[in-house]
């Protein structure tokens, strides 16, 4: 990249460029990615607000199953791998995991995840997870989405007609990079579980983690990745640093680099829901200035093994950002 910046009317040639409904190419992402951060970042707002209004989703997630991961990516604190003394436990109750699901209704919260650490679900817990879909179908009104990790087509199909609605299964970064975040398995593996899952009727919610030591043209290329699988639900996780993981002495990434990554995004992605999720807290305003930013969607509460932000919380800065919170 040159080190000259873009030029507002640049910017505005290109912004002009999206809002008819044309893809912008690697080249012109990057040229954007010179660009005045706050323009850019007023500009991919409104890329926001013509393709997605001021609707925001919000989402909730619980641990239902915890540590003794078999897969080595090195930001997390579940991996069996690292010694971080994160808490393990096998799959919660039924009972517990439904009672969540009520408290999401409650709070308001349309959409409840179930995420189990582990390659993926053995038969016994992948059975139990059916049966758990099914009674929170029955006595929620939410949606059910669930974090599973690699499955095969006949485990989707067994989920769906118990309820399941939406998978997540993030790329974590651009394929080029993932080797250096993940060695148990890779980026094809993610693609092919991806494409099952939508194969079988199933949404997709996959995004990544900032602040592994990828580049920017890394994280461009990961939402490139995303665009071509036709993914409209992208969580933007921030690393936070887990002390006995590889990557516990990251260096942290500078706001502006986030939110300019966040607005990049927007003009890769202008229709889908970026999703801020882990790593919001470490935000000196939990997240304020990425939706000025072109971001319209949240995981709320605490996350899988860090706390996090309330609902109530949440619901009230975006109101007082003009979003319509249900």
Not at 220 to 228: K, R
Request: hydrophobic letters at 40%; a neutral charge.
């Amino acid at each position: 990249m040159h080190a000259s910046v873009l030029s507002c009317w640049a910017v505005d040639g290109l912004t002009q460029k999206v809002l008819a409904g044309n893809c912008l190419s690697k080249r012109e992402i990057l040229s954007l990615a010179r660009a005045d951060c706050g323009y850019l970042a007023k500009q991919a707002n409104a890329v926001r607000r013509f393709f997605c209004g001021d609707r925001v989703d919000i989402c909730c997630i619980v641990n239902a199953k915890s540590g003794r991961c078999s897969e080595d990516c090195k930001f997390c604190a579940q991996s069996s791998f690292y010694q971080t003394g994160a808490e393990e436990y096998a799959l919660l109750p039924e009972d517990v995991l439904v009672e969540n699901a009520k408290k999401a209704e409650q709070a308001k919260i349309g959409r409840y995840s179930l995420v189990c650490s582990g390659r993926s679900p053995g038969g016994a817990d992948l059975q139990k997870l059916a049966s758990c879909l099914k009674r929170i179908k029955e006595t929620a009104k939410v949606s059910c989405c669930a974090s599973l990790g690699l499955l095969d087509k006949d485990a989707y199909l067994l989920l769906k007609q118990h309820g399941l609605e939406r998978v997540h299964n993030n790329l974590e970064s651009s394929e080029t990079f993932f080797a250096k975040v993940c060695t148990t398995h890779g980026f094809a593996d993610k693609l092919r579980t991806i494409r099952l899952a939508k194969e079988c009727g199933l949404e997709v919610c996959s995004g990544g983690i900032w602040g592994l030591g990828e580049s920017l043209e890394d994280r461009i290329d990961m939402a490139f990745s995303l665009s071509g699988l036709g993914i409209s639900s992208v969580p933007v996780n921030i690393l936070f640093p887990v002390q006995g993981t590889p990557f516990e002495r990251n260096e942290p990434l500078s706001y502006d680099e986030i939110v300019l990554s966040l607005a990049l995004y927007r003009f890769i992605l202008p229709k889908a829901y970026l999703r801020l999720a882990g790593g919001r807290k470490l935000l000196p305003d939990k997240g304020r200035r990425c939706f000025e930013s072109g971001a319209n969607a949240l995981i709320t509460g605490d996350m899988l093994t860090t706390q996090g932000i309330g609902a109530e919380e949440d619901k009230t800065m975006l109101k007082s950002l003009g979003f319509l919170v249900e």
